[in-house]
């Protein structure tokens, strides 16, 4: 299974963006799916995610600001990023699995990641 991010970038802080992933290789499975995001000099932690029910889960330091949604294709998920911090600066990384771990780092499947930097 081959996860491919797109949608980083440079924004102004206060601004957003929207990441995209889309799973390739085993469109057989229905995978959930998450982002992670990793920070120079801080470990990998969990932003957001779709649990066993279908419902979105987030980290404390983006509810309210950051929106996870599946696409109408199989295996596609995005993450809307509004009122963007300079400290949500991190490489953002997509993950899948065929079980549900949420905002737990024990993914299977990983894509590159994608460079977000908010300044100004």
């Known amino acids: 299974v081959q996860l491919v991010e797109s949608g980083g970038g440079l924004v102004q802080p206060g601004g957003s963006l929207r990441l995209s992933c889309v799973a390739s290789?085993?469109?057989?499975?229905?995978?959930?799916m998450g982002w992670f995001r990793q920070a120079r000099g801080k470990e990998r932690e969990g932003v957001a995610a779709?649990?066993?029910?279908?419902?979105?889960r987030y980290a404390d330091s983006v509810k309210g600001r950051f929106t996870i949604s599946e696409g109408n294709a199989k295996n596609t998920v995005y993450l809307q990023m509004n009122r963007l911090k300079p400290t949500d600066t991190a490489i953002y990384y997509c993950?899948?699995?065929?079980?549900?771990?949420?905002?737990?780092?024990?993914?299977?499947?990983w894509g590159q990641g994608t460079q977000v930097t908010v300044a100004s």
């Open positions: 993950a899948a699995d065929s079980w549900a771990y949420e905002l737990n780092p024990y993914y299977k499947y």
């Open positions: 290789g085993s469109t057989s499975t229905n995978y959930y």
């Open positions: 779709i649990d066993d029910t279908g419902s979105p």
